[in-house]
């Protein structure tokens, strides 16, 4: 039987989503914990990869398994996968967290099925230690409304390997962007940028490369001849990864509605 199973996490102590060699990754602690668990080796497939450092709000992932019996999950009431939810949430650190399990079809996949993807990016304008590791600081003055005409363009086009990390073993680079704006949210400024999919470390890039923008040391038109030059030495630098977060994976409706 196949499960798709929805959690979140604060990336800071991972690196990153994906199994490593050599570093402890999401991915790893949660295989660990469900293999432990569920009492058989558990392998997942996730939504897409996060970079080390980068947090998510709501990633999925699917896994196969006959081998969940009824006295693990008793007494549960949504699906019947409380009891496990439970037990996995207190055998996970605390810097992940599992929000629910659901039966899906044979066919369903968590990464090939995601009809797009929303990220977040989190700026902050003052020195405040309680965002030292959840947003970057940014201490010069920031012309937002540049910044927001500068990520409109993205909406235009299509191939974005000026914003992709060098090096990538990527049949394609063509993203199909359907939102990107900066707003104020409080005491921070959030970039959020909705796409089909993104390439490694696409959000960081455009985030530093509008930040430019908005530090007027380059303009909407470096934009577009960044973009059409298909070169990531044209682009800004990458910010920190623990400003980055993803927030949405969204699925058809009727992989949702019929299965959680």
Known sequence: MKYFIQFSYFGKSYHGWQRQPNAITVQQVLEEALSTLIRYP??????????AGVHAKAMFAHFETDAIENDTIENDEIDGMTGLIYRLNAFLPPAIAVQHIFEVSDAAHARFDATERTYEYWVVQEKNPFYSDYAHYVKVPLDIQAMNEAATMLLGYGDFESFSK???DVKTYRCSIKNAIWERHNDKLVFTITADRFLR????AVVGTLLEVGMKKRSSADVKRIINSKDRSQAGPSVPAKGLYLTSVRYPENLIQQHG
Not at 42 to 51: K, M, P, Q, S
Not at 201 to 204: E, I, K, S, T
């Open 201 to 204: 470390n696409m959000v960081r």
């Open 166 to 168: 060098s090096n990538t």
């Open 42 to 51: 558990i392998e997942t497939v996730g939504a897409g990869r996060t970079d």
